[in-house]
Nanobody, 126 residues
Framework: QVQLVESGGGLVQAGGSLRLSCAASGRTFSTYTMGWFRQAPGKEREFVARISWSGSRTYYADSVKGRFTISRDNAKNTVFLQMGNLKPEDTAVYYC???????????????????WGQGTQVTVSS
């Protein structure tokens, strides 16, 4: 089982930036796809971004494409989400997730991810 701990959330004005971090432990981090999801009040959890185990491939939801960047540092067992040009509709709890199995290409849905962090709140004011 992998443990994931997110950090970096907070309150920011529209147009601002935040960088989320997710520290992982308990598995060979470099062999797993990592993802970021978010959940706003009253809404389902939605895909934001994912990155392959090597970091060579990244995928984004259309709503964040061009504004968010996912990256990872396998030497430090950490995945990042750099968020720019933030909008009030980006307000949500953001979750880091790890794929269920190693060396697996997963879809942009929660079902392929077996471990989750506790979440970090991001609030964007208008």
């Amino acid at each position: 089982q992998v443990q994931l701990v997110e950090s970096g959330g907070g309150l920011v004005q529209a147009g601002g930036s935040l960088r989320l971090s997710c520290a992982a432990s308990g598995r060979t981090f470099s062999t797993y796809t990592m993802g970021w999801f978010r959940q706003a009040p009253g809404k389902e959890r939605e895909f934001v971004a994912r990155i392959s185990w090597s970091g060579s491939r990244t995928y984004y939801a259309d709503s964040v494409k061009g504004r968010f960047t996912i990256s990872r540092d396998n030497a430090k067992n950490t995945v990042f989400l750099q968020m720019g040009n933030l909008k009030p509709e980006d307000t949500a709890v953001y979750y880091c997730a790890c794929s269920r199995t190693a060396y697996t290409v997963v879809a942009d849905t929660p079902i392929g991810f077996g471990s989750w962090g506790q979440g970090t709140q991001v609030t964007v004011s208008s």
